[in-house]
C-alpha cells in the first residue's frame, strides 16, 4: 500500500466531515427536539406528574430526559437520576440473578426447587417435587394468575412466611402447559438464590449486578429515601400516595431505579450479557434467558421466557417487561435484532407507556418518513379515567345502622391469608383485615340481611360486599368477600367466624 496515497486520502475524508460535522450535528439536535416535544404533549395530555424515558439504537443512547415532578405537592423535577419503582421488570433481575449461578455451575437451570428448598411445598405433592427453576420463572408453575398476592400486598409476612403459605392454594392451571402469571414464584427464585449462595437476594444483586454495571443509583430497599430524596412519588386521583413498601416480595417486584442505571441494564442485554468491560451472563444464558418457555397466546412466536415477555413484531424480536403497582407503571423493551431499547418509567397509571413504545419503535425504524403529527393523533387513551382516580361516592348516612350487630362481631380467619376482625369504630360497623390492616379496613354499610358494602381504606381497591354466611340454626358462621379486582383474588378468601 503507498502510505503517502493513503495519508492524502485520510486527510480528504477527515476535512469532508469537518465540513459536515454542523450539518450532522444539527440533524441530530433537531431529531432530539422533536422526540422531546412529542413526549412533552403527551405527558401533558395524560396528565401524568413525572415520567423519565430513555432511547437507545444500535447499541447507543439517542435520548433521555424527565419530566414533570417526583409529586405534585412540593415535588423536584423528574430528570434521568430519579428513583422510580421498576416493580415487575424487576423479574428480569431475578432471572439474571440465578443465570449468573447457572454460568458459574452452581445450579442447572432443570434444578428441582426442593433441591434447594426442602421444606418448600405446594398443595399438590408431585408438582412440589417436580417443579424446577426455570417452571417458576416461566409461570407454569399449576398456580392461578396472581395467586398469593393478597399474603404480600400491604402486609408483614416474611418472605418466607409467604413461601410456607402458599402451599394453602388450589391448583387450577395445567402444570408446565398454561401459562399464569406468578409473583410468589419469584419470591421462591429469590429464595434459591440466598440458599445457594448464602447471602441475601438482595445482597447477591447489589455485588454482582449493581456494582460491575455501575448502578449506584439502583436499590432494593428504602432506608436512605427521605422526603428530601430525588423518589418518584406515586399518584392516584392526581395527588401523590404513600408508595407500598416491596420488601417481603422484592426478588418478584422490589428494585427500584432511575433512566441512567436501567439504560446500563439494557446495554447489558443488547451486547450479549457485557456493559462497562464487564461480563454479566455469558452469551447461551443470554440466548436462554430471552427464548420462550411458555406460551402466552395461540401464537407460537408470544411467550413468556425467565424474566421476560417475548413476541415477535414488524421491528423484529421483542423482549420486553411492564411492571404495575398502585400509582406506578414501569416498561422496558428490548429489540435484539437493532440493538435498540425504550425504558420508560412514570408515577401514574395510564396507557402511555404502551403508547409511547410503539410511536418511538415506528420511529426508529421510519425515521424518514415518519409523522409526529399522526403519532399524536395515533396516541390513544388520553381521555381515559380508571376507577381508582375517579372520586368515591359519599355513602348513604343511615345506612351504617346494622341490626342485632352483636352477631356479626368477633374475630374470623382464612386459613393461609389469616386474621379478621369485625367490631365498632366511632360507633360505626368497621371491619378490619389484619394481615393488611393499613389498607384493606374500611366501615359496613348495610344492604340487605347478611350483606354489607364495604369500601377499603386503599384507593386502588373499589368498594365491594361482604356477604355472611350461617349454619343450620341461623348462626353466624363466616363471611366471604365479593370485590371486583383485576389484581387481587378476593373471592378466593373464606373466613370463618372463630369461638
Given at each position: 500500500?503507498?502510505?503517502?496515497?493513503?495519508?492524502?486520502?485520510?486527510?480528504?475524508?477527515?476535512?469532508?466531515?469537518?465540513?459536515?460535522?454542523?450539518?450532522?450535528?444539527?440533524?441530530?439536535?433537531?431529531?432530539?427536539?422533536?422526540?422531546?416535544?412529542?413526549?412533552?404533549?403527551?405527558?401533558?395530555?395524560?396528565?401524568?406528574?413525572?415520567?423519565?424515558?430513555?432511547?437507545?439504537?444500535?447499541?447507543?443512547?439517542?435520548?433521555?430526559?424527565?419530566?414533570?415532578?417526583?409529586?405534585?405537592?412540593?415535588?423536584?423535577?423528574?430528570?434521568?437520576?430519579?428513583?422510580?419503582?421498576?416493580?415487575?421488570?424487576?423479574?428480569?433481575?431475578?432471572?439474571?440473578?440465578?443465570?449468573?449461578?447457572?454460568?458459574?455451575?452452581?445450579?442447572?437451570?432443570?434444578?428441582?426447587?426442593?433441591?434447594?428448598?426442602?421444606?418448600?411445598?405446594?398443595?399438590?405433592?408431585?408438582?412440589?417435587?417436580?417443579?424446577?427453576?426455570?417452571?417458576?420463572?416461566?409461570?407454569?408453575?399449576?398456580?392461578?394468575?396472581?395467586?398469593?398476592?393478597?399474603?404480600?400486598?400491604?402486609?408483614?409476612?416474611?418472605?418466607?412466611?409467604?413461601?410456607?403459605?402458599?402451599?394453602?392454594?388450589?391448583?387450577?392451571?395445567?402444570?408446565?402447559?398454561?401459562?399464569?402469571?406468578?409473583?410468589?414464584?419469584?419470591?421462591?427464585?429469590?429464595?434459591?438464590?440466598?440458599?445457594?449462595?448464602?447471602?441475601?437476594?438482595?445482597?447477591?444483586?447489589?455485588?454482582?449486578?449493581?456494582?460491575?454495571?455501575?448502578?449506584?443509583?439502583?436499590?432494593?430497599?428504602?432506608?436512605?429515601?427521605?422526603?428530601?430524596?430525588?423518589?418518584?412519588?406515586?399518584?392516584?386521583?392526581?395527588?401523590?400516595?404513600?408508595?407500598?413498601?416491596?420488601?417481603?416480595?422484592?426478588?418478584?417486584?422490589?428494585?427500584?431505579?432511575?433512566?441512567?442505571?436501567?439504560?446500563?441494564?439494557?446495554?447489558?442485554?443488547?451486547?450479549?450479557?457485557?456493559?462497562?468491560?464487564?461480563?454479566?451472563?455469558?452469551?447461551?444464558?443470554?440466548?436462554?434467558?430471552?427464548?420462550?418457555?411458555?406460551?402466552?397466546?395461540?401464537?407460537?412466536?408470544?411467550?413468556?421466557?425467565?424474566?421476560?415477555?417475548?413476541?415477535?413484531?414488524?421491528?423484529?424480536?421483542?423482549?420486553?417487561?411492564?411492571?404495575?403497582?398502585?400509582?406506578?407503571?414501569?416498561?422496558?423493551?428490548?429489540?435484539?435484532?437493532?440493538?435498540?431499547?425504550?425504558?420508560?418509567?412514570?408515577?401514574?397509571?395510564?396507557?402511555?407507556?404502551?403508547?409511547?413504545?410503539?410511536?418511538?419503535?415506528?420511529?426508529?425504524?421510519?425515521?424518514?418518513?415518519?409523522?409526529?403529527?399522526?403519532?399524536?393523533?395515533?396516541?390513544s387513551g388520553k381521555a381515559t379515567v380508571f376507577d381508582w382516580?375517579?372520586?368515591?361516592?359519599?355513602?348513604?348516612?343511615?345506612?351504617?345502622?346494622?341490626?342485632?350487630?352483636?352477631?356479626?362481631?368477633?374475630?374470623?380467619?382464612?386459613?393461609?391469608?389469616?386474621?379478621?376482625?369485625?367490631?365498632?369504630?366511632?360507633?360505626?360497623?368497621?371491619?378490619?383485615l389484619l394481615p393488611t390492616k393499613e389498607l384493606f379496613s374500611?366501615?359496613?354499610?348495610?344492604?340487605?340481611?347478611?350483606?354489607?358494602?364495604?369500601?377499603?381504606?386503599?384507593?386502588?381497591?373499589?368498594?365491594?360486599?361482604?356477604?355472611?354466611?350461617?349454619?343450620?340454626?341461623?348462626?353466624?358462621?363466616?363471611?366471604?368477600?365479593?370485590?371486583?379486582?383485576?389484581?387481587?383474588?378476593?373471592?378466593?378468601?373464606?373466613?370463618?367466624?372463630?369461638?
Open positions: 500500500m503507498n502510505h503517502k496515497r493513503f495519508t492524502r486520502t485520510t486527510q480528504k475524508i477527515l476535512i469532508i466531515l469537518l465540513l459536515l460535522a454542523p450539518y450532522l450535528s444539527f440533524s441530530q439536535q433537531n431529531d432530539s427536539t422533536d422526540i422531546d416535544e412529542f413526549i412533552a404533549k403527551q405527558v401533558s395530555d395524560y396528565k401524568i406528574p413525572g415520567l423519565a424515558i430513555g432511547i437507545i439504537k444500535n447499541h447507543k443512547v439517542i435520548f433521555k430526559k424527565g419530566y414533570g415532578v417526583t409529586s405534585t405537592s412540593k415535588g423536584l423535577p423528574v430528570n434521568t437520576q430519579t428513583i422510580f419503582p421498576i416493580s415487575s421488570c424487576t423479574k428480569a433481575f431475578t432471572a439474571a440473578a440465578l443465570g449468573i449461578l447457572v454460568d458459574e455451575g452452581k445450579i442447572k437451570w432443570d434444578d428441582k426447587v426442593v433441591k434447594y428448598l426442602p421444606n418448600f411445598k405446594l398443595s399438590d405433592p408431585w408438582i412440589t417435587k417436580e417443579l424446577t427453576i426455570v417452571d417458576i420463572l416461566s409461570h407454569r408453575s399449576g398456580l392461578k394468575t396472581f395467586d398469593g398476592d393478597l399474603l404480600w400486598y400491604g402486609t408483614k409476612y416474611t418472605r418466607e412466611d409467604i413461601a410456607k403459605l402458599i402451599r394453602y392454594s388450589p391448583i387450577r392451571t395445567n402444570f408446565r402447559t398454561d401459562f399464569a402469571y406468578q409473583n410468589i414464584m419469584y419470591l421462591v427464585a429469590g429464595l434459591v438464590v440466598e440458599s445457594v449462595t448464602g447471602k441475601t437476594w438482595d445482597e447477591f444483586l447489589k455485588e454482582r449486578i449493581f456494582k460491575p454495571l455501575k448502578m449506584s443509583g439502583t436499590i432494593t430497599n428504602r432506608d436512605s429515601i427521605t422526603s428530601e430524596s430525588n423518589f418518584a412519588l406515586p399518584h392516584i386521583q392526581n395527588k401523590p400516595i404513600k408508595p407500598l413498601n416491596m420488601h417481603n416480595i422484592s426478588p418478584a417486584g422490589g428494585v427500584d431505579s432511575n433512566i441512567d442505571d436501567m439504560l446500563t441494564w439494557m446495554q447489558m442485554w443488547l451486547a450479549n450479557g457485557r456493559a462497562n468491560d464487564t461480563t454479566i451472563l455469558n452469551d447461551g444464558t443470554i440466548k436462554t434467558i430471552t427464548s420462550i418457555k411458555t406460551l402466552t397466546s395461540d401464537n407460537k412466536d408470544d411467550g413468556y421466557g425467565l424474566g421476560w415477555f417475548i413476541k415477535q413484531t414488524k421491528n423484529g424480536k421483542m423482549v420486553n417487561h411492564n411492571g404495575g403497582m398502585p400509582g406506578y407503571i414501569s416498561s422496558v423493551v428490548l429489540f435484539p435484532d437493532s440493538s435498540s431499547g425504550i425504558v420508560i418509567l412514570t408515577n401514574k397509571i395510564s396507557q402511555i407507556n404502551d403508547q409511547l413504545v410503539k410511536e418511538i419503535a415506528n420511529y426508529m425504524t421510519k425515521k424518514d418518513t415518519f409523522n409526529w403529527k399522526e403519532a399524536d393523533k395515533d396516541m382516580d375517579k372520586k368515591r361516592k359519599p355513602q348513604p348516612k343511615k345506612s351504617d345502622v346494622i341490626p342485632n350487630f352483636n352477631r356479626y362481631q368477633g374475630e374470623y380467619e382464612d386459613l393461609a391469608y389469616g386474621k379478621a376482625r369485625i367490631r365498632k369504630e366511632k360507633g360505626k360497623p368497621f371491619l378490619e374500611g366501615f359496613l354499610y348495610n344492604i340487605d340481611a347478611d350483606r354489607f358494602k364495604i369500601v377499603f381504606n386503599d384507593p386502588f381497591v373499589q368498594e365491594g360486599e361482604v356477604v355472611f354466611t350461617r349454619d343450620n340454626n341461623k348462626k353466624i358462621t363466616g363471611f366471604k368477600l365479593n370485590i371486583d379486582s383485576d389484581d387481587f383474588l378476593f373471592s378466593d378468601l373464606d373466613f370463618d367466624k372463630t369461638p
